[in-house]
Structures are given as C-alpha cells and as structure tokens.
C-alpha cells in the first residue's frame, strides 16, 4: 500500500526452494539406493540406511467401497511398512491415507514419524475418529528442507490447483534427486526441477464420478465414451509433455492402478477407461528418447546406481519372480461394505430431524441450489424405507417441493448405506462421489465448484454431534423438516 493510498503490484520471482543449500552427486554404490514399487502410489525408498515409505495403501477398499486394489501387494509389504524408518503421505485421499492400512501400522509401531504437508484441511483430520492410534504425524512446512541425516532430506512442496489438498515431494539423497508428484494437477504451480533422477507422477485418470456417474441430458453412454477418450487423451499428453520439459533420467508412472472391483460397480469398471503405464512410456520414448522409463509390477527394484552408471544394465531393475501374484482376485468385499451397512439403522435415522441438524453443521448456505437427495438399493433404485428429500441451500430451508424462483438444481440418488455412513461420520462427500456411490443429474448442466468444494473438502473437521442430537429430538417439531412430494423414495423420476 503506497503512501498515497494506492496499490502497487509486484510480480515477485523467488529462488526455487529447492535450490537452497545445493549439494553436488556423490556417486551412489550398488545397493544404496533402491526404488521399490509395492502397489499403487505405494513406493518405498532404500536410502543408504534409512528406508522411506510413500502413500501405504495396502488393504481394504478407497472412497468408501468404490475403489480397490488392482494389484496384489508383496506379502511381505505390512512388514516393511512397519519397518520404515519415515513415511509420507501426500493427501487425505484414502487411496494414499489408508486408515485400515494405518491400523496395522499403529497395533505394531505407532511412533513411526509420518510426514505431511501443512494443507489447510489437516490431512490427518480424521485421525481421532477413526480410532488409529498413531502417535508420531509431523506437519511441516513447505519448501523447507527437512534434514534426516548428513545424506538424506526431503522437502514437501504444495499442488496449484488444490493448495487445500495436494502436496508433492522431492527426495534428496547424496545430490541425487527423487521427484514425486503423486496426485497433484499442477505441481508447485507448475515450477519444478529439471534433470532429476527419478521422476514418479499419475497416469491414470477416472479419478472421478465425471461423466460415468451422471444421467439425463447429453450424458448417454456414447458422449461419456468419447469425452473419457479424449479426457484421458489429454492427460497422457499433458504428463508426456512435462516429462519431456523436465527430462528427468528415469521416469515412472505409478498412483493409478486401482479397480472398480465391486459386483455392483460393474458398469463403472466397463465405463471408466483408464490409461495405461506402459502407453505413457511409449509416448515419452518417442518425444524424449533420452529419458530412461519404467513400468514396475508389484515388488520390482530399481537399483538406482546401477541404472544411472549404466541405464541399459540387466542388473540395474529386478523384477519379482515369476510365480508372483501380481493382481488381486479378492477384496474381502463383505467385510467394508458391512460396515458401511451398519449405519443404516442407527438411531439418528429414524428422527426425521437429523436432515436439517446434518445440513446445518455442515454450514453451506448463500447459495442458489436447491438439491434433492434420494437414498436408493445399489441398483440406484428407490426404496420405500429410504428418504428423499429437498435442501434450498439459499437459505438452508427443506420445502417439500422445488421453489418457484429461478433456481439451479442437482438430483443426487445415493447408495443409502454409504450416504449414511458419510452422515453419521462427518465424512467428506469424496466417498460418494469420486467414490462412484451416487448418480447425479444436473439442471442447468452446470458445475456449482462451492457446492462440490464445500462438501468435499470443507465439512467441519469434528463430525456431527449426534448425542446432542439425540438429546433434542424429541423436543423438535418433526413437521418443521418436510419430505418432498415424491414421499420417501418410492418416485426417483426428476422432479
């Protein structure tokens, strides 16, 4: 603010964090250094001494039921877990914080350091409920470097896109540099560093209930094939493009083999076509042939030595055994989705009221949307048990039909088990929705970001109070939390 009272902008072109206290390569021995992949963004480092795990998803289902492994860990992958010496998680997405993952971890070391990145939703802001007793999480800031021994340091850096959300990291051992991106859309605002050894980012895609969740209008099953086509065109360009301008010595893409694997979201898995590792190297063979790439199965080592000495070295990959399994063929699917299924008949559910005590707490209002919420079978089906109700987020008010105003509108028909395990927990809507658990239309076809950013990723951090719920219910007028016309589920035709 200038003396006058003016505003004077300045563009500000600060050194890269990571070029603070630079330090020249040693030469690494055969050994030292070794990339593990185990499964997913699951990696681990052998770092001289030190053993770094990334993003330990290792059991159970992500986003709710919607998500499981695709490949089957190393059986001795929850040993070296709990072995590491330190452990990065880059986000709150439970296909990289694993909480039944974390329990192992927590019964057998619970005072292993876990880093992560300063967010401003904490990524571990779930931890008191969910019951793992981890004792050790370090929040750092970013574009520091974190010093582990006269070798070792790393430095956390921020995504562009969801600062709220998303980190990266860079791994500094001996001068050699690890970049890992996991699953950030425009890491460090698109600033990072060239030349790197190693380089791991995404590949995939279908991270997403777009479009494959969504019904009515354009979105027949043919205008959802041609845009995921083209969708996932883009983004196997995009990362080939950016490997091709940092030209890191080795790249690999990791953080996408995930699977539909559930019976009842077949049409997901039919639908949600994703790329494949092995066509994003071919693509970056072709537009950088220097650049060494990588596409591991399950327990195969990177000696990273030996590769950089020799990059055309036999020696320098080891691949896991031929008799290795390398994909699963069983999720222990009854185990979660009964979980999820136990919130079906809490108490809080047979009290009407908790419609407005839920929306409420979850503080989103000022908004022109009126949304109709429908708990449906797994088929997406009504069920006459369910409830189906209007929220007029305008003003936070529950109408029991469509307001006259002008007004957008959202249909959102959710598998009423997991909608109410989100309920009843505080969780964020990413379980619904990147988790393939609703069907969604939309009148205008338009995307309301503050809807969708509030619930997924601005709840209160401390779930509902349900035991003060419970304490009221019973003075609260019932009649003041209208069903919709349509009753309780028994019509889901769009209103």
């Not at 329990?103 to 008191?128: H, M, N």
């Not at 009504?382 to 469509?402: A, E």
Request: hydrophobic fraction near 40%; glycine fraction near 6%.
């Amino acid at each position: 603010v200038l003396d006058d009272g003016g505003l004077q902008l300045v563009e500000l072109s600060p050194v890269d964090p990571w070029m603070a206290d630079p330090r020249e390569p040693l030469e690494l021995q055969e050994g030292e250094v070794k990339v593990t992949y185990l499964t997913h963004a699951c990696m681990e480092l052998q770092l001289g001494e030190r053993r770094f795990m990334f993003d330990p998803w290792l059991k159970g289902p992500a986003f709710a039921r919607g998500w499981w492994l695709l490949h089957e860990p190393p059986a001795d992958a929850l040993a070296r877990l709990c072995g590491a010496d330190l452990i990065y998680i880059s986000h709150m997405h439970s296909d990289h914080l694993s909480y039944p993952t974390l329990k192992v971890l927590a019964e057998r070391r619970p005072d292993v350091p876990i880093y992560v990145g300063d967010t401003s939703r904490p990524v571990f802001w779930y931890l008191k409920q969910s019951q793992v007793k981890l004792t050790n999480i370090k929040v750092i800031p970013f574009g520091v470097w974190q010093n582990i021994n006269e070798h070792l340091r790393f430095m956390i850096l921020m995504d562009g896109v969801h600062p709220e959300m998303d980190t990266c990291i860079i791994v500094d051992y001996k001068g050699h540099m690890i970049l890992n991106t996991v699953d950030c859309t425009r890491p460090n605002g698109g600033r990072l560093p060239q030349h790197v050894d190693v380089m791991m980012t995404d590949f995939a895609g279908g991270a997403s209930g777009f479009p494959m969740t969504f019904y009515g209008g354009k979105y027949s099953d043919s205008w959802k094939a041609e845009f995921i086509k083209n969708e996932r065109k883009k983004l196997l360009n995009y990362k080939a493009t950016l490997a091709k301008s940092l030209q890191p010595r080795i790249y690999c893409p990791f953080a996408g083999y995930f699977v539909e694997a559930h019976p009842s979201d077949r049409y997901i898995k039919d639908t949600n076509i994703k790329n494949s590792a092995e066509d994003l190297n071919a693509l970056i063979n072709k537009l950088a042939p220097a650049i060494k790439t990588w596409t591991p199965q399950p327990g195969a080592v990177l000696d990273l030595g030996l590769a950089l000495r020799d990059p055309t070295s036999s020696g320098a990959i080891i691949n896991p055994p031929a008799s290795a399994k390398l994909y699963k063929d069983s999720w222990e699917f009854d185990l979660y989705v009964n979980e999820l299924n136990s919130a079906i008949k809490s108490d809080i559910f047979k009290h009407q009221s908790w419609i407005q005590f839920y929306y409420t707490w979850a503080g989103f209002q000022n908004y022109n949307l009126v949304v109709r919420v429908i708990e449906t079978d797994d088929k997406f089906e009504c069920i006459t048990d369910g409830y189906d109700y209007l929220v007029d987020f305008l003003d936070l008010s529950f109408p029991t039909k469509r307001p006259d105003r002008e007004h957008a509108y959202l249909e959102i028909k959710n598998r009423i088990g997991v909608m109410r395990y989100v309920v009843l927990h505080g969780c964020l809507w990413d379980d619904l929705y990147i988790g393939f658990q609703n069907r969604v239309s939309r009148d205008p076809d338009i995307y309301h970001h503050k809807f969708w950013k509030h619930f997924q990723a601005e709840l209160p951090l401390c779930r509902p109070d349900w035991e003060q719920f419970r304490k009221q219910v019973f003075t609260i007028d019932e009649s003041t939390i209208p069903l919709s016309d349509t009753g309780t589920g028994n019509n889901c035709a769009l209103s």
